[in-house]
C-alpha cells in the first residue's frame, strides 16, 4: 500500500527526491516517515512528518539538508535530498503508522506499513 519511489544515483553535492505515495488506506495513519539501510547497517532513521500539523522530525545526520514534506491531496509524502554525500548511499524505505508518539518515531519497529525500498546511490 506504500510504494516509494525517485531513488537513483546521484554525485556528490547533488539531489534527489523520493516519494512515497499510498493506495489504500495507510494514510489515515498519522505519521509518515523515511528510513534507509547500508549494506551491513542496520536501518536507521531519516525523517519523519505528521500528516495532520506537519510537525517534522530529522536525523542530526541529514538536518539541513533534507526536506521531509506532505501532499495530503495526493496521499503523498516526498523528502527532498539535496547536498547527498556518499555516506547517503542505502535503500530508502517509506513507512507508517497511526499510533506513535513523537517520541517514538525514531524507532522502526513501531512502524506497521513499509514501501518497498528504493536505492540510492551517491559517488564522490
Known amino acids: 500500500q506504500l510504494q516509494a519511489c525517485g531513488g537513483g544515483p546521484a554525485q556528490a553535492g547533488g539531489s534527489l527526491r523520493l516519494s512515497c505515495a499510498n493506495s489504500g488506506r495507510t494514510f489515515g495513519r498519522i505519521v509518515v516517515a523515511w528510513f534507509r539501510q547500508a549494506p551491513g547497517e542496520e536501518r536507521e532513521f531519516v525523517a519523519a512528518i505528521s500528516l495532520r500539523g506537519g510537525t517534522t522530525d530529522y536525523a542530526d545526520t541529514v538536518k539541513g539538508r533534507f526536506t521531509i514534506s506532505r501532499d495530503t491531496a495526493k496521499s503523498t509524502v516526498y523528502q527532498q535530498m539535496n547536498g547527498l554525500k556518499p555516506e547517503d548511499t542505502a535503500v530508502y524505505y517509506c513507512?507508517?503508522?497511526?499510533?506513535?508518539?513523537?517520541?517514538?518515531?525514531?524507532?522502526?519497529?513501531?512502524?506497521?506499513?513499509w514501501g518497498q525500498g528504493t536505492q540510492v546511490t551517491v559517488s564522490s
Open positions: 513507512a507508517a503508522d497511526g499510533t506513535l508518539i513523537r517520541s517514538s518515531w525514531t524507532n522502526p519497529t513501531g512502524y506497521d506499513y
